[in-house]
């Protein structure tokens, strides 16, 4: 049986790559890919496929750059996994944290250990791509007066010191990552449901919808805005229901939305205080 391929943004020993992992099992083939936006084309383009991508931190708030890729690249949220992040300060063998100048991390991981950070004003952050990522860098240009902020995984991928560990701001600290894929698969046992919609430029109009899922006693999980592009100040509304597609749910938003679409519908993640680190 071939093994299912799993694409996700950034460096092998990525959280992403962990949360494939904790999703699908072990026996996965990954695919590292270096922006969201591949991750997302390379899904998109090859039905065997599928994409691991973070939507929101317990700590640091949604990665608005995957919502907007969700609706311009039309794929489809088929499940969702929670995963316990623990970041570690990692650096060459030999390296002693005394001579640490530089920090290279992802700006999601800094914002979850701005605390630690605090504590080290003398010390430059350089932003990067991905906290794998970050590693490479430091392994591949032989820096021995700079970390990365990190995963456990990383450090063994790159054969890596740990100099601190545990030194996110609140150790309950999850990131949300939705499955996508090009179909839009449902399961027997799916309970969620993501949309994505636009209102009628018209008082009022956000609360009708609101109205809607009221009416048909509908348990709201999440409710964001964005930007439409090209059209400031209008706004697209992300939300997440608890349940299944119900026509008449979808009938009552048309009347007031101007567009409308199922993002997902698919299999809640287990809940935060179940997961292990």
Known sequence: MTKPIIAFQGEHGAFSERAARQHFGPDITTLPCPSFDLVFETVKNDPAIHGMIPVENSLGGSVHENFDLLREHKVHIV????????????????????????????PQAAAQCVQFLRKHPDWVLYQVYDTAGAA???????ITDGAAIASKDTATHFGMTVLA?????????FTRFFVIHRDPTVSEDANKVSLVYATKNQPGALMETLKVFHTHGVNLMKLESRPIPGRPWEYLFYVDLRGTIRQEVLDGLEQHTMTIRVLGNYTAAQPANEVKP
Not at 136 to 142: S, V
Not at 165 to 173: A, D, L, V
């Open 79 to 106: 499940g969702e996994t929670n995963l316990r992040v623990v970041h570690h300060l990692i650096a060459l063998p030999g390296v002693p944290v005394d001579s640490i100048r530089r920090v290279y991390t992802h």
């Open 136 to 142: 490479k860098m430091i392994q591949d240009d032989h």
């Open 165 to 173: 560990s545990e030194i996110e701001s609140h150790h309950r600290n």
